[in-house]
């Protein structure tokens, strides 16, 4: 792979504590978060977090909210404990290309399908989608393509650059949310996804939303004080909330 910049600040930390619980799935430690008592999970989510882990608070409260709204979420540590902190990755000697490399795709992919695996046989969900952010984002389309979940929520994907293959090999309904200030998929590229979405025979299940004015990340570590980002990010979330009680259910039918 070519020197691959950052592209991720590593942002606000939000308010809140999480209220999951740590686990083992697939053998890797897993966030999971379940819905509230009584109620019959739709199905279940895989939250693929960015570069900064399933340990960050952030990714956690989401995980939180998806549970809420009636799903089983699941955020696995793709990193094998290494945390990679705001200073690191900060630091003038720190390469993310590095960093990306250390996790083959093959491992990543590989180690998902253990989750799902093994999240069916604990929970009995096999009824699951995927939302990724920036690196995570990357995986949940892979996983598309693999058929190994039935929806796809690609929150400012990173690396797609580097795998335009996988365009070719969307299986299910996808989401993408992008934003103009977003140096992983300029404008030329998110033209491209619009095309090849389009070209798709259920492209009437496929969308990419566009974000004016938000940064890559805005999703998972926007500052949640600032009333532009704080709605950008709601609306988001809402529309991948949206996108999975549509196909999810729709699968499952």
């Known amino acids: 792979m070519a020197e691959f910049k950052q592209c991720c600040d590593p942002g606000t930390v939000w308010e809140g ?74 630091s003038k000697d720190f390469s993310i290309s590095e960093w990306i490399c250390r996790y083959p795709q093959e491992q990543v992919m590989s180690e998902s399908e253990s989750v799902l695996a093994d999240l069916k046989t604990s929970h009995g969900i096999d009824n699951v989608g995927a939302i990724g952010f920036c690196w995570g984002g990357l995986y949940a389309l892979k996983l598309n393509a693999s058929s190994a979940v039935k929806a796809a929520v690609l929150n400012h994907c990173s690396l797609l650059a580097y795998n335009m293959e996988v365009l070719d090999q969307i299986a299910h309904p996808v989401l993408f949310q992008c934003s103009d200030n977003d140096s992983q998929i300029p404008t030329e590229l998110r033209h491209k996804i619009e095309e090849k979405l389009h070209a798709l025979p259920f492209n009437r299940s496929c969308l990419l939303k566009f974000y004016p004015g938000q940064e890559h990340g805005w999703t998972m570590r926007g500052d949640d004080k600032d009333a532009s980002v704080q709605w950008a990010a709601e609306e988001a979330f809402e529309a991948a909330l949206f996108f999975f009680n549509t196909h999810l259910k729709a699968a499952s039918a």
């Open 17 to 90: 504590t999480p209220t999951g619980e740590e686990v083992t799935l697939g053998g890797l430690d897993t966030y999971l978060a379940t819905p509230p008592l009584c109620q019959t999970p739709k199905g279940g989510v895989l939250v693929i977090t960015d570069v900064f882990s399933w340990e960050a608070k952030n990714v956690r409260l989401f995980a939180d909210r998806v549970a809420k709204a009636g799903y089983v979420a699941v955020c696995p540590d793709y990193f094998h404990g290494e945390v990679l902190t705001k200073e690191r990755y900060t």
